[in-house]
C-alpha cells in the first residue's frame, strides 16, 4: 500500500529545492492536559480561531504532493472534523504517511475518530502514537490529569483492537525523556516494549521551553543509553517499526541516523549538519500561519 508513491519522492530527499515533503499541522490549540514539558503550553486554549475544512482545502490545493503528514496541537483528537481534515489532504496530497498524536484521555472519542479517518483515506498509512511519558505516577505528574495514565493504556488496547480489522493503521506509544522520567527508564522499556508491544516507540529528548524549566534538565548520557538499548530491540526484533507502513525500512534507518545526529548536537551544542526546515519541512498553525518548524516562530 503506497510503496510506489513512496519512492516516487526518494529524488526530493537529495534536491532540496522545491515545496515541503514533511508537514506538521497543529489542528488545534485546545487541549484537555496540562503537560510540564510542552513547549506550546503558554499557547494554549487561547481561543485560537481554527481552520475551517475550506480553508485546508484552499491550503492543500496550492501544495505539492507530499510524503508525511503529521497531525499535533493542542490534542488532535478534540477536533470532532478531523476525519474529514485529514480526508482533504488525502485527496489533495496524496501523503504517504499520517502520524497523530494523542494524549489518549478520551478513549471512545479518539477511537470513534479513528475508526472513521482511517476508512476516510485508505491510501495512507495512519499511524496513531499515544503518549506514554514514564510509569504511573510520574506520568499523571507530567501530564496533569489524574488516571492520564489509566485512560492512555485504555486507548491504546482499543486502538489495537482497531488496528487488527484495518489494513492502513499502526498504534505505536510516543514518550518525551525528560528529567522527571530519566531515572524510570528501565522500568519503561520493560512496560513498553516486554507488556505493551507497540508497532513503533517513538522516544524524543524534551525541547524547546517548558512550562516548568527544571523538567528540561536530562541527563544526555541516560538518554543515549536507552536509545541504544531501543535500537539493539529493533536489530534483534523484539520491537518493530510500522511493520505495515510502506517503506518502513527505509524510514527506521532515517529515524536512527536522525537519532545519532541529535545525540551528537546535543552533547556538542554545535549544529552537525544544514537545517531544511522550510524547504523539506514546514510547520502550519492552526490559525493557518506557516513556519520552517516547531519552534521557530517567525
Same mark, same amino acid.
Given at each position: 500500500?503506497?510503496?510506489?508513491?513512496?519512492?516516487?519522492?526518494?529524488?526530493?530527499?537529495?534536491?532540496?529545492?522545491?515545496?515541503?515533503?514533511?508537514?506538521?499541522?497543529?489542528?488545534?490549540?485546545?487541549?484537555?492536559?496540562?503537560?510540564?514539558?510542552?513547549?506550546?503550553?503558554?499557547?494554549?486554549?487561547?481561543?485560537?480561531?481554527?481552520?475551517?475544512?475550506?480553508? =485546508?482545502?484552499?491550503?492543500?490545493?496550492?501544495?505539492?504532493?507530499?510524503?508525511?503528514?503529521?497531525?499535533?496541537?493542542?490534542?488532535?483528537?478534540? %477536533?470532532?472534523?478531523?476525519?474529514?481534515?485529514?480526508?482533504?489532504?488525502?485527496?489533495?496530497?496524496?501523503?504517504?504517511?499520517?502520524?497523530?498524536?494523542?494524549?489518549?484521555?478520551?478513549?471512545?472519542?479518539?477511537?470513534?475518530?479513528?475508526?472513521?479517518?482511517?476508512?476516510?483515506?485508505?491510501?495512507?498509512?495512519?499511524?496513531?502514537?499515544?503518549?506514554?511519558?514514564?510509569?504511573?505516577?510520574?506520568?499523571?505528574?507530567?501530564?496533569?490529569?489524574? %488516571?492520564?495514565?489509566?485512560?492512555?493504556?485504555?486507548?491504546?488496547?482499543? $486502538?489495537?483492537?482497531?488496528?487488527? +480489522?484495518?489494513?492502513?493503521?499502526?498504534?505505536?506509544?510516543?514518550?518525551?525523556?525528560?528529567?522527571?522520567?530519566?531515572?524510570?527508564?528501565?522500568?519503561?522499556?520493560?512496560? =513498553?516494549? +516486554?507488556? $505493551?508491544?507497540?508497532?513503533?516507540?517513538?522516544?524524543?529528548?524534551? +525541547?524547546?521551553?517548558?512550562?516548568?524549566?527544571?523538567?528540561?534538565?536530562?541527563?544526555?548520557?541516560?538518554? %543515549?543509553?536507552?536509545?541504544?538499548?531501543?535500537?539493539?530491540?529493533?536489530?534483534?526484533?523484539?520491537? %518493530?517499526?510500522?511493520?505495515?507502513?510502506?517503506?518502513?525500512?527505509?524510514?527506521?534507518?532515517?529515524?536512527?541516523?536522525?537519532?545519532?545526529?541529535?545525540?551528537?548536537?546535543?552533547?556538542?551544542?554545535?549544529?552537525?549538519?544544514?537545517?531544511?526546515?522550510?524547504?523539506?519541512?514546514?510547520?502550519?498553525?492552526?490559525?493557518?500561519?506557516?513556519?520552517?518548524?516547531?519552534?521557530?516562530?517567525?
Amino acid at each position: 500500500m503506497g510503496t510506489l508513491n513512496a519512492a516516487s519522492h526518494l529524488p526530493r530527499l537529495w534536491s532540496k529545492r522545491g515545496l515541503p515533503l514533511h508537514l506538521t499541522f497543529f489542528v488545534t490549540a485546545r487541549c484537555n492536559a496540562v503537560c510540564k514539558h510542552c513547549f506550546y503550553w503558554d499557547s494554549l486554549n487561547q481561543g485560537q480561531k481554527e481552520l475551517t475544512l475550506d480553508e =485546508v482545502d484552499r491550503i492543500a490545493a496550492s501544495l505539492d504532493r507530499v510524503l508525511w503528514v503529521a497531525f499535533t496541537g493542542g490534542e488532535p483528537f478534540l %477536533r470532532k472534523d478531523l476525519p474529514e481534515f485529514a480526508g482533504i489532504l488525502h485527496d489533495r496530497l496524496r501523503p504517504v504517511t499520517l502520524s497523530i498524536n494523542t494524549n489518549g484521555i478520551q478513549t471512545d472519542q479518539i477511537v470513534d475518530s479513528a475508526e472513521r479517518l482511517v476508512a476516510r483515506c485508505p491510501e495512507t498509512f495512519v499511524g496513531i502514537l499515544c503518549s506514554l511519558d514514564g510509569l504511573q505516577a510520574t506520568h499523571d505528574r507530567i501530564r496533569g490529569v489524574p %488516571r492520564n495514565f489509566e485512560r492512555t493504556i485504555e486507548t491504546f488496547h482499543a $486502538l489495537e483492537k482497531l488496528r487488527d +480489522r484495518v489494513p492502513n493503521l499502526g498504534v505505536g506509544i510516543t514518550t518525551t525523556f525528560c528529567a522527571w522520567n530519566q531515572d524510570e527508564m528501565d522500568e519503561m522499556f520493560e512496560l =513498553v516494549v +516486554r507488556k $505493551l508491544k507497540p508497532d513503533n516507540w517513538d522516544l524524543s529528548f524534551v +525541547r524547546g521551553e517548558a512550562m516548568v524549566p527544571a523538567i528540561e534538565l536530562a541527563d544526555v548520557a541516560k538518554y %543515549r543509553n536507552i536509545k541504544a538499548r531501543l535500537e539493539r530491540a529493533y536489530a534483534d526484533g523484539e520491537l %518493530r517499526y510500522y511493520s505495515n507502513m510502506p517503506l518502513a525500512r527505509f524510514v527506521h534507518a532515517k529515524e536512527r541516523l536522525s537519532t545519532r545526529t541529535v545525540l551528537k548536537t546535543l552533547e556538542t551544542g554545535t549544529y552537525q549538519t544544514p537545517c531544511y526546515a522550510g524547504a523539506l519541512s514546514a510547520v502550519i498553525s492552526e490559525e493557518g500561519d506557516v513556519y520552517p518548524c516547531e519552534l521557530l516562530n517567525r
